[in-house]
């Protein structure tokens, strides 16, 4: 279904006002500024989110819950692997799975050969790398025009093909095919994900509800602390209601698949018309919002520029300003390595639960719904806590953080014992639950914190950013486990470099990130920049300092 690009609307950025409250001492002699509060712009010429459209976005979300690119077609590619592979102590033509087998599995690779988990690794580890380049090199160029808009369309497209693809996926000879058809439905995925998510701060700023919490603000109705804390409250709303809603997701597309796998449990392709059944359902759900997605689109690309190379000079005048948004990117680099760590450890347990299944997609299924089913409640219970008590974004990122980074110390006691550390069936059950309690919301509340420190106006350049240190963060992690596998031939040697990695990084941003402050940098920084609303360029603290002098 093609549709006509929609009419550019320039934006309309005004200058954010400075807030200051004033506090007498017990005398009532003295007077004292405390902290600004700054304001984000809000352009009126954007319209007001519908509801068709939000719900439509919601329903994106909820069939883009990566139960096929994230969880089955990597199942798939490692059961192909495995299938094709050989024990390195029995040789060539032995079965990895067989009696008397080692329990090591390889595949010929480069001449030589590489066990099937680093294989696996390494196709993530390329990946994220490719995420890197796509993020850094369009990433910010979504903010110009309706770029983006069109973005998320075409890479929807590509993750949908490379899923309906997978019916190919027949034999253990294909288990290459499988690798590739896996990490182009893995890219595609996650940049889904990542521009899905710059929309929400937009969103946010547009509801009804926000409109009128502004209008009383400027009325004077409500002093500009609690509009700060209500405009924080309605983007940890939609945040929240759309990793709900991909949860209900999740739940509905591995209820859905019992109906094929169940029946079909004794025939041969029987995962492959699994895949082809939840990329079907993401179609169904997630066409909708390309249909009610309203034009809110940014400035136009500047002369002389194009979409390929802007985002990287736009990315590098940002990064020098590092100093002026020192929390923003303080966040930016640790969560990269926090990231880098829980995407690893969730990679590395489902390699060892798909070992411990015997990649059975069936099982999966039942593992993942009680990983669905906790993570709708936790993601509710969450916000229900925070909406009643007020609770700030960083307080319930610590939390739910605090338990996410003991996974990999779980795993690291499997080093030295099979009792304990993912060695045992109802380890994974229990790994699952605790995922889905704690997990789905830290994913909310990091998003949320990402949308409270970027400047208004500048969502793609720094949700791009974010979506590098998120999704595309699995650069160092993959690559340093799978040589651990490599010469240990011991999955679990891996666990004790990523808790480490992942505690590190926690600290860093637990004592490290002031999210109020960075709040009001970040709008700072975009009034400063208020020119980019009409030239779509970034400007040095020169040409800026320059140009609000003459205005």
């Given at each position: 279904?093609?549709?006509?690009?929609?009419?550019?609307?320039?934006?309309?950025?005004?200058?954010?006002?400075?807030?200051?409250?004033?506090?007498?001492?017990?005398?009532?002699?003295?007077?004292?500024?405390?902290?600004?509060?700054?304001?984000?712009?809000?352009?009126?010429?954007?319209?007001?989110?519908?509801?068709?459209?939000?719900?439509?976005?919601?329903?994106?979300?909820?069939?883009?819950?990566?139960?096929?690119?994230?969880?089955?077609?990597?199942?798939?590619?490692?059961?192909?692997?495995?299938?094709?592979?050989?024990?390195?102590l029995r040789g060539p033509g032995s079965s990895c799975s067989g009696d008397?087998?080692?329990?090591?599995?390889?595949?010929?690779?480069?001449?030589?050969?590489?066990?099937?988990?680093?294989?696996?690794?390494?196709?993530?580890?390329?990946?994220?790398?490719?995420?890197?380049?796509?993020?850094?090199?369009?990433?910010?160029?979504?903010?110009?025009?309706?770029?983006?808009?069109?973005?998320?369309?075409?890479?929807?497209?590509?993750?949908?093909?490379?899923?309906?693809?997978?019916?190919?996926?027949?034999?253990?000879?294909?288990?290459?095919?499988?690798?590739?058809?896996?990490?182009?439905?893995?890219?595609?995925?996650?940049?889904?994900?990542?521009?899905?998510?710059?929309?929400f701060p937009r969103l946010a700023r547009n509801t009804q509800h926000a409109?009128?919490?502004?209008?009383?603000?400027?009325?004077?109705?409500?002093?500009?602390?609690?509009?700060?804390?209500?405009?924080?409250?309605?983007?940890?709303?939609?945040?929240?209601?759309?990793?709900?809603?991909?949860?209900?997701g999740y739940i509905f597309t591995l209820c859905l698949n019992l109906s094929?796998?169940?029946?079909?449990?004794?025939?041969?392709?029987?995962?492959?018309?699994?895949?082809?059944?939840?990329?079907?359902?993401?179609?169904?759900?997630?066409?909708?919002?390309?249909?009610?997605?309203?034009?809110?689109?940014?400035?136009?690309?500047?002369?002389?520029?194009?979409?390929?190379?802007?985002?990287?000079?736009?990315?590098?005048?940002?990064?020098?300003?590092?100093?002026?948004?020192?929390?923003?990117?303080?966040?930016?680099?640790?969560?990269?390595?926090?990231?880098?760590?829980?995407?690893?450890?969730?990679?590395?347990?489902?390699?060892?639960?798909?070992?411990?299944?015997?990649?059975?997609?069936?099982?999966?299924?039942?593992?993942?719904?009680?990983?669905?089913?906790?993570?709708?409640?936790?993601?509710?219970?969450?916000?229900?806590?925070?909406?009643?008590?007020?609770?700030?974004?960083?307080?319930?990122?610590?939390?739910?953080?605090?338990?996410?980074?003991?996974?990999?110390?779980?795993?690291?006691?499997?080093?030295?014992?099979?009792?304990?550390?993912?060695?045992?069936?109802?380890?994974?059950?229990?790994?699952?639950?605790?995922?889905?309690?704690?997990?789905?919301?830290?994913?909310?509340?990091?998003?949320?914190?990402?949308?409270?420190?970027?400047?208004?106006?500048?969502?793609?350049?720094?949700?791009?950013?974010?979506?590098?240190?998120?999704?595309?963060?699995?650069?160092?992690?993959?690559?340093?486990?799978?040589?651990?596998?490599?010469?240990?031939?011991?999955?679990?040697?891996?666990?004790?470099?990523?808790?480490?990695?992942?505690?590190?990084?926690?600290?860093?941003?637990?004592?490290?990130?002031?999210?109020?402050?960075?709040?009001?940098?970040?709008?700072?920084?975009?009034?400063?920049?208020?020119?980019?609303?009409?030239?779509?360029?970034?400007?040095?603290?020169?040409?800026?300092?320059?140009?609000?002098?003459?205005?």
């Amino acid at each position: 279904m093609s549709r006509l690009p929609m009419p550019e609307i320039p934006l309309e950025v005004a200058p954010p006002p400075l807030v200051t409250t004033e506090t007498r001492d017990g005398s009532g002699k003295d007077i004292a500024e405390v902290e600004a509060v700054a304001i984000a712009p809000v352009s009126k010429d954007e319209p007001i989110v519908t509801r068709k459209e939000l719900w439509s976005y919601y329903l994106y979300y909820n069939g883009d819950n990566g139960v096929g690119p994230n969880g089955y077609s990597m199942t798939l590619f490692q059961s192909l692997a495995t299938a094709a592979g050989y024990d390195p102590l029995r040789g060539p033509g032995s079965s990895c799975s067989g009696d008397g087998s080692s329990g090591q599995c390889v595949v010929p690779w480069g001449g030589g050969h590489k066990a099937v988990s680093s294989v696996v690794l390494v196709a993530n580890g390329v990946s994220f790398a490719i995420m890197t380049l796509i993020f850094t090199t369009i990433g910010s160029a979504a903010d110009y025009g309706s770029f983006g808009r069109w973005l998320l369309l075409v890479i929807t497209v590509i993750c949908w093909g490379a899923q309906f693809a997978s019916m190919s996926l027949t034999s253990p000879d294909r288990w290459g095919v499988a690798m590739a058809l896996y990490m182009i439905g893995f890219v595609s995925y996650g940049a889904t994900l990542v521009f899905y998510a710059a929309l929400f701060p937009r969103l946010a700023r547009n509801t009804q509800h926000a409109r009128d919490l502004r209008e009383k603000y400027e009325k004077g109705e409500i002093p500009a602390e609690e509009y700060e804390v209500e405009e924080s409250m309605e983007k940890n709303r939609i945040s929240n209601i759309s990793t709900m809603h991909s949860n209900i997701g999740y739940i509905f597309t591995l209820c859905l698949n019992l109906s094929l796998l169940i029946p079909l449990m004794n025939n041969p392709k029987v995962n492959n018309y699994v895949i082809v059944l939840t990329n079907g359902y993401w179609v169904l759900t997630g066409i909708w919002w390309f249909i009610f997605q309203q034009p809110r689109p940014g400035p136009p690309l500047p002369k002389g520029e194009h979409y390929v190379t802007v985002g990287w000079k736009q990315i590098w005048i940002a990064f020098k300003q590092y100093k002026k948004l020192p929390y923003t990117f303080v966040y930016l680099v640790s969560f990269f390595l926090l990231a880098d760590g829980l995407n690893t450890t969730g990679t590395l347990v489902s390699i060892c639960q798909n070992d411990k299944f015997h990649f059975s997609f069936l099982e999966n299924t039942y593992l993942g719904l009680a990983q669905a089913i906790t993570s709708t409640a936790s993601t509710l219970g969450f916000w229900y806590i925070q909406r009643h008590w007020k609770i700030s974004t960083k307080k319930m990122f610590v939390v739910t953080n605090v338990v996410t980074i003991m996974i990999p110390l779980w795993g690291m006691i499997g080093i030295w014992t099979t009792k304990l550390g993912f060695h045992n069936v109802w380890e994974f059950w229990a790994y699952n639950v605790v995922f889905g309690l704690f997990q789905a919301p830290y994913y909310a509340f990091s998003q949320t914190m990402m949308a409270e420190l970027t400047p208004p106006g500048f969502d793609n350049m720094f949700f791009g950013l974010f979506g590098l240190s998120n999704r595309a963060s699995s650069m160092i992690g993959p690559n340093v486990i799978q040589a651990i596998i490599d010469n240990t031939g011991d999955n679990w040697k891996g666990f004790p470099f990523l808790f480490a990695l992942c505690v590190a990084a926690s600290l860093v941003i637990w004592f490290g990130v002031d999210v109020t402050t960075g709040r009001r940098d970040a709008v700072a920084w975009a009034e400063k920049h208020r020119s980019y609303a009409e030239t779509g360029m970034l400007v040095s603290d020169e040409d800026s300092a320059d140009s609000m002098k003459k205005s």
